[in-house]
């Protein structure tokens, strides 16, 4: 049996059968030209998928019998949010995208002060929800991360983290400490939020605010790095580092 793809229904894991409509029976048999007989995998729970085979194809439908639920681990162990400045055009969705396949479990947006892009799009959260489920789909993950609606400016997105927990790291154009000197010296178990900020640095109002929060200051060299490309490399050093075992 072929595995045509993977489908992000929730709410439909555990069925024994479910009849497809709409945008998802068209992706089935136009885009990828799915047959009866074929396997699809839907997800959307922590750790879970389940494998349905279709049954039967009709105009605008497609149904399908579930075969089995399966246990994955491709979920990250690490409990890592990354509270993000907005910047120009597509930049945030590209960050959603490749965190995401990288493990992130939420990501926080926000405008900063010195921000180029002062203003989002209102329904932007709901486009970059979409992109993480795609991001999953290929990348196998089974549980989307959160993605938080874009909060206006950094006192907002520090309100939605609560009181502090476990470690949170600043990414700074100043310089600071390595990762892996954080990690050495913090509980990798624990939560953990870095922040990236926007294309024109932090201001010192929100330098303030990360000194009262008790954030680590950590660098990620000498060059400078965009800051789209600057919270994946983060996100990517920070995920393998604190899912390495620890040394006896």
């Given at each position: 049996?072929?595995t045509?793809?993977?489908l992000?229904l929730?709410?439909?894991l555990?069925?024994?059968?479910?009849?497809?409509?709409?945008?998802?029976?068209?992706?089935?048999?136009?885009v990828?030209?799915?047959?009866v007989?074929?396997?699809?995998?839907v997800f959307g729970?922590?750790?879970?998928?389940?494998?349905f085979?279709?049954?039967?194809?009709?105009?605008?439908?497609?149904?399908?019998?579930?075969?089995e639920?399966?246990?994955?681990?491709?979920?990250?162990?690490?409990d890592l949010?990354?509270v993000v400045a907005?910047g120009?055009?597509?930049?945030?969705?590209?960050?959603?995208?490749?965190?995401?396949a990288?493990?992130?479990?939420?990501?926080?947006?926000?405008v900063?002060?010195?921000?180029?892009a002062?203003?989002?799009n209102?329904?932007l959260?709901?486009?970059?929800?979409?992109?993480?489920?795609?991001a999953?789909r290929?990348?196998r993950?089974?549980?989307?991360?959160?993605?938080?609606?874009?909060?206006?400016?950094?006192?907002?997105?520090?309100?939605?983290?609560?009181p502090?927990?476990?470690?949170?790291?600043?990414?700074?154009e100043?310089?600071?400490d390595?990762?892996?000197?954080i990690?050495?010296?913090s509980?990798?178990?624990?939560?953990?939020?870095?922040f990236?900020?926007?294309?024109?640095?932090?201001?010192?109002?929100?330098?303030?605010?990360?000194d009262?929060?008790?954030?680590r200051?950590?660098?990620?060299?000498?060059?400078?790095?965009r800051?789209?490309?600057?919270?994946?490399?983060?996100?990517?050093?920070?995920e393998?580092?604190?899912?390495?075992?620890?040394k006896?």
């Amino acid at each position: 049996m072929k595995t045509k793809t993977r489908l992000y229904l929730p709410d439909r894991l555990h069925d024994a059968t479910m009849t497809l409509i709409g945008e998802e029976a068209h992706y089935l048999v136009q885009v990828l030209h799915s047959e009866v007989g074929d396997g699809v995998l839907v997800f959307g729970m922590e750790s879970t998928e389940s494998l349905f085979r279709i049954e039967k194809i009709e105009p605008g439908q497609v149904h399908l019998e579930r075969l089995e639920i399966r246990q994955v681990e491709t979920e990250s162990p690490v409990d890592l949010t990354l509270v993000v400045a907005v910047g120009k055009g597509k930049k945030l969705e590209e960050i959603v995208e490749a965190t995401t396949a990288l493990g992130i479990k939420r990501v926080i947006p926000f405008v900063g002060r010195h921000s180029v892009a002062k203003k989002s799009n209102p329904r932007l959260q709901e486009r970059l929800q979409i992109i993480a489920r795609e991001a999953c789909r290929q990348s196998r993950r089974t549980q989307p991360p959160e993605i938080d609606p874009v909060h206006p400016k950094l006192e907002r997105a520090l309100d939605s983290l609560g009181p502090k927990q476990g470690t949170w790291v600043l990414f700074d154009e100043a310089g600071g400490d390595s990762l892996s000197e954080i990690v050495r010296a913090s509980d990798a178990s624990a939560p953990w939020v870095m922040f990236c900020g926007p294309e024109g640095g932090w201001s010192p109002k929100e330098r303030e605010l990360f000194d009262q929060a008790g954030c680590r200051r950590a660098s990620l060299g000498p060059r400078i790095l965009r800051t789209e490309l600057a919270a994946v490399v983060a996100v990517g050093i920070l995920e393998n580092l604190l899912s390495q075992p620890p040394k006896g």
